[in-house]
Structure formats: structure tokens, C-alpha cells
């Protein structure tokens, strides 16, 4: 007989899912993930576009309902798919009242699905797309430290809304560079994982003031549900796990970076 799995812990605290992706979820209906979601009190979803093919239905899942928000971008695996009109598509909604920020943009050396100068042009054009439209951006940088440094130095002055680095599992020196020029850092079900202290490493020199939790679901679901389909309700565990590594009380965690969700995508203090 297998061993029960714990149950899903259910905070007074609201918390905010910051990175997600509501139509890769296929184990259930849409309808019951959210309810699980708000029954384990998430109160906000941002749901994030990667490529031109969902950048409409991005859209149009921000709208199921009031609590659920969206992103227009195009990540760095689909640069090559980059093109005018898909800038124009992402510009004319990236002032919509669901749309919170420009993402999932930035590098990915570790697959190459991409040319790298291509990478470098699109994710260029995409922060200055972010920069024009005021808009926060959600960062994807893998095994391209260096350069996303280098590109982001380029728009220190000009985007006056950071973001974040999500799903991080970069070296400390961008995440340095990251934390000292005012943007957060997100971390997932990876800081649960047995062989991710590095990450672990990342989340204690970060201060809490600038962590944003995500699942990315579907990917990346964390212990003790690894093995099934990531789900935003399975939040509370990267909650629990943050507030464990950084040897913080699990309250101050659930508040501050539901606060920092708030001032990064929504204006909120």
C-alpha cells in the first residue's frame, strides 16, 4: 500500500500564484482547479504566455474569472517564432485591465531551441515593449547569466517597473545584480527538490522583501505531489518551504511576499 500523501495545508493568509500556465493543466477541469486553488485561500492567479499561439487564450483566461490575470510575451524558446505583428499583438493588450505584466521573456541557453543573437534581439525588443507600456516584466534566464545581466544594464534607467526573475536557479552574481537593482526573484517547487541547494543557497541570501512564490505549473510540482501534475493549490508547499529555509515564521512569509505580489503586478502596497 502506497504511503498518504499530507494533505494540502490551508493558510489564514491569502496568498497570490505568480507564475503559472492554466492552459498546460490537463489533469483536471479548469473549473476544479480553481476551486481547489481558493479553498487553500489563493486569491490572485497570473496565468503567463509563452508563444504567439496563446497569447489570445492567455487572454482570455484572465477573464474566467475576477481573480485570474495574465501576461503577454513570447519566451525565448519561441524567439524564432518573434515577429512584427506578434509585437504589435503583444502591445496593443499589454495595457489590458487582466494583462499585469510583459512575460515570460528573456534567455535559454540550456536547450538552444532558439538562435542565441535571436534570443538576445527578441528579449531586447520585449523589454523595451515592457518599458513603453510601463508594464513589469517575467524573466526566464537559464545557463545565461551573463547575458541577461548585459541586457538588462542596457534598460536600468528606462524601465522604470522591474519584475521578476522567475523560477530562478541562476548563479549568485545575477542574482545579485537582480536583487540590488530592485527586482524580486521567484521561487517553485525546486526549493523542495533533494539535489537543489544551490536554489536553497539563492533563497537565503534573498531577502524576503523581494521573493514572489509560483508553481509554474504544470512543471515542477513539488514534495510530497511530485510525480502528479503542479497545480496552483499546491502553492502552500513552496510557502511552507520558503518560510523553513530562510528559518522565517511561516506568518511573516504568507504577508510580506504576498505584499511583494502586490506591488510588483498589481500597484498594490
Excluded at 135 to 148: F, Y
Aim: aromatic share 8%; charged share 30%; glycine share 4%.
Amino acid at each position: 500500500m502506497s504511503k498518504k500523501r499530507r494533505e494540502i495545508p490551508v493558510f489564514d493568509h491569502p496568498i497570490i500564484e505568480t507564475h503559472c500556465h492554466l492552459d498546460y493543466l490537463k489533469d483536471r477541469p479548469l473549473e476544479e482547479t480553481l476551486e481547489e486553488s481558493q479553498r487553500v485561500n489563493i486569491e490572485r492567479v497570473i496565468t503567463i504566455a509563452v508563444a504567439p499561439d496563446n497569447l489570445a487564450k492567455v487572454r482570455e483566461l484572465s477573464n474566467v474569472a475576477p481573480w485570474v490575470y495574465g501576461t503577454q510575451g513570447i519566451h525565448p524558446h519561441e524567439a524564432e517564432t518573434y515577429t512584427d505583428a506578434v509585437e504589435e499583438e503583444i502591445r496593443r493588450h499589454a495595457g489590458d485591465e487582466k494583462i499585469v505584466a510583459v512575460g515570460e521573456i528573456g534567455l535559454d541557453y540550456f536547450y538552444d531551441n532558439a538562435d542565441r543573437e535571436v534570443q538576445r534581439n527578441v528579449f531586447r525588443r520585449q523589454l523595451q515593449l515592457a518599458c513603453d507600456a510601463d508594464r513589469p516584466v517575467v524573466i526566464h534566464s537559464r545557463e545565461a547569466d551573463e547575458d541577461t545581466i548585459a541586457i538588462l544594464k542596457e534598460f536600468e534607467n528606462s524601465l522604470t517597473r522591474r519584475g521578476v526573475i522567475h523560477s530562478f536557479t541562476s548563479g549568485p552574481g545575477l542574482a545579485k545584480y537582480a536583487l540590488d537593482q530592485g527586482w524580486c526573484l521567484g521561487f517553485n517547487g525546486i526549493t523542495t527538490f533533494n539535489k537543489a541547494e544551490n536554489v536553497r543557497d539563492i533563497v537565503r541570501m534573498s531577502p524576503i522583501e523581494q521573493i514572489l512564490l509560483e508553481t509554474d505549473a504544470p512543471f515542477l510540482t513539488p514534495v510530497p505531489y511530485r510525480g502528479r501534475e503542479n497545480a496552483p493549490f499546491y502553492l502552500p508547499f513552496v510557502a511552507e518551504n520558503i518560510a523553513k529555509v530562510k528559518d522565517l515564521p511561516l506568518e511573516q512569509v504568507l504577508s510580506q511576499t504576498y505584499l511583494n505580489s502586490l506591488r510588483t503586478f498589481f500597484s498594490e502596497q
